[in-house]
């Protein structure tokens, strides 16, 4: 297990958590902030058309949150074009959004 400890952490009165238990929750949980950044990435946000059923989220061995959301979108000829997003869900609570063709 990895930790990062700062100098306040260590005068301060919590415990002291791996860097695998940093992000609370299960990885379903993480799902809708996904979508909300994926669909914030879009040319026509309100054309995003979730796959519901074959969205996966994971917990990654470093602790990190893994979501594939399969979803489909118009580009900026009003054709609807299948897409793959990966979001991944840092220990430090950012968010990674990749957006791939399919």
């Known amino acids: 297990e990895r930790f990062f400890v700062s100098q306040n952490d260590l005068s301060g009165n919590k415990p002291l958590k791996a860097e695998s238990q940093q992000l609370e929750g ?3 949980e993480y799902i809708q902030a996904c979508r909300d950044n994926v669909q914030n990435t879009l040319q026509y946000p309100s ?3 979730q796959e ?25 000829f009003g054709n609807e074009i299948p897409q793959t ?3 991944l869900i840092t220990t430090d609570r950012k968010i ?3 957006v791939v063709n399919r």
């Open 47 to 49: 054309s995003f058309d």
């Open 96 to 98: 990674e959004v990749t």
């Open 85 to 87: 997003a990966r979001c």
């Open 26 to 28: 299960e990885p379903h």
């Open 52 to 76: 519901v059923l074959s969205t996966t989220a994971r917990k990654m061995p470093s602790g990190n949150i893994e979501v594939i959301m399969p979803f489909n979108a118009k580009n900026g």
